[in-house]
């Protein structure tokens, strides 16, 4: 079998117009090569090159986005919510670094005379070209959000328990559970991991860190991506425009999980890789293993995806070629993997198998109207729409391509996955199918540039050998720029309208110091600094002291443990999600003194579980009476496969039962019941 074009020698490594072209051994197609057998550009890289390209064009995005965020909150500038202001400076932005990107990329392409000559000025073309995807994140998303300090969503909706797990993160750096004491996380953390590193070194609350690394962790992979992308293409230009595409489909389409945005950006370029290492590619084999395991630590849907279409590939070249070496291979990177994967599943797995917990599939209990349908980008009219027909009838032309035909394994799993995931509800399940929107439409999008590069490069020529001028050429690449580059223009700019409720969180929602990004008072958020001054005050420590609340914000402010989580589908099994609200409902019967920590003692020995030192509830309290009145709780009830999938219902805790071995304290319209020591 002969070796993938990808251990092959680059051309020149630090490549440029001038850069002498080696040759090309013969071997399986490769994006490499355009159709008609020649090399795609003379822009390809080494394994050496592309790993330190990486490596800067990350820091560098990361350090960009830093001080961009830090001279936005400088500014004051109107709400999005109340003001265009903000939305025209965002569309201002956008188009500048649009049209930057295209005039580096077309200079790049087509270098002025004696411009090959300065390696200054490629050198800044490059730069620009790596840098422009941190510009559209700052430009759709940064400034749209620059007068809040909370990110899409604020801490409403899902984004209250990130937000908490982050806080945990920044509190203790370790892969603790976000709300039960001495539990491992169940839910991946490497992104909250190292986004607790990131608050401690800035010297941020957790819950302020989140926003700037958001922002940070999206520009740099998309920014990594034009040196992957260049190694597997060839092409600088190609690697740009992919890098660039892709960060504008993620805003787009889902950039409110960061953490699973970052492993959709790689997972295109990953297909590619795992393809070249079944086919012998060294590199390739250690690139699709970092990936595979690394990803499982940051969003373990996508994971899976990328491994079942590892599997399928695997096993169509072993039969296909009559070969074991695939599968040899296929294990290989299984293996490799799952070493990496179990530095933040290992702990948790091993409580798993060694401890009671209760059931491991709550977290599938979701399906939301798109879960029930199938995603097609590229019957909607947009500029997606039309870069994912394009690419639909290239995968289908050009599928005698080994590279091109992982890309098309890849979608064809991803969409086998999707209905797979609606048949799942039948046993009372999902594999929560409408997640895979955004991986889907970044394949389409990547085979959309791929075919527009391979239609300006080689088009023509196939058609009608010699009939292309270096004239013509310029004059083609100028009309498919303008054409890109305007497609991009109409389509980025829509990202914040699309996303216009989710930044209206991010300014309505009450911060960690109870304001509010568009300037109107805050809610029951006012309260926190209160209730936590209270509970430091009697207990001296947040870390180790376990609270039960219902007040989600709370919990992500301040690094208290919690009795309950906020949710069954986002609660660790360890935890026995089902198990606390029974025993919270039984103390809600208890009206003797005494007897509600005498049960909820009785209910840690019994199951193991640290019981709430402190309780934080909504009710008065009656200072002529104190064991007169009651204090609200919200149970939280998975109800799948309802939409909503998750019913509040409204529980009371007698106050008789705190007149003694308590202290309670009003806080607005909350009541503190702390333990005695």
Partial sequence: MTRSNQDMPPRTAGSGANATRATQPAGRPSLRRRPDGEPFTDDAISVRTTLIHMILAGGAAAAAVLVCWFLMASIQLPAYSSSFVVQALSTACTV??????????YRWLHPTPGAVRKPLFRRLLEAVVHLAPAGMVVSTLGVPLAATRLYLDGVSVDQAFRTQFLTRMADSLSYSDM???????????????????????????AWAAYKPWALITLAATAAMLVPVWRRISGSLAVGAAIAMVTITVTLFVAPEEPYAAMVAMGLPAALILARRALHGGRWALVGVIVYLGLSANLYTLFTAVTALSVVVMALIAAVGNRRVE????????GAGSAVLALIGWGPYLVQLLTSPHGPTGKAQHYLPEQGAEIPMPFFQSSALGVLALIAVVWLVVRSKDDDVRALTTGLVTMYFWAVLSMVMTLIGSTLLGFRLELPIALVLGTAGVIALAELRLSGMRLLRPGLISRHTSRLLTRVLSVLLAAACVFYATQIPGEHRDKIDLAYTDSDGEANRGDRFPADATTYYPDIDKA???????????VVLTDEKSFMAFHPYHGYQALTAHYANPLGEFERRNQEIEKWTKITEPKKLAEEMDKASATNGWDGPDALVL???????NPGNGEFSYLVADD???????????????????????????QVGPFVVAMRDK
């Fill in 96 to 105: 500048v670094v649009v049209l930057v990107c295209a005039w580096a990329t």
């Fill in 179 to 205: 709300a039960y004491l001495h539990e491992p996380s169940f839910y991946p953390g490497l992104w909250f991991f190292t986004g607790g590193a990131f608050a401690k070194v800035t010297g941020m609350a």
């Fill in 326 to 333: 695939p599968i040899l291979r296929l294990i290989a990177i």
């Fill in 535 to 545: 509970l430091m005050d009697h207990f001296g420590s947040r870390s180790g002291t």
């Fill in 618 to 624: 909504r009710g008065q309290l009656d200072n002529k």
């Fill in 639 to 665: 109800i799948y496969p309802n939409q909503p999938n998750v019913r509040f219902r409204t529980v009371y805790f007698h106050a008789s039962a705190f007149t003694e071995g308590w202290e309670l304290k």
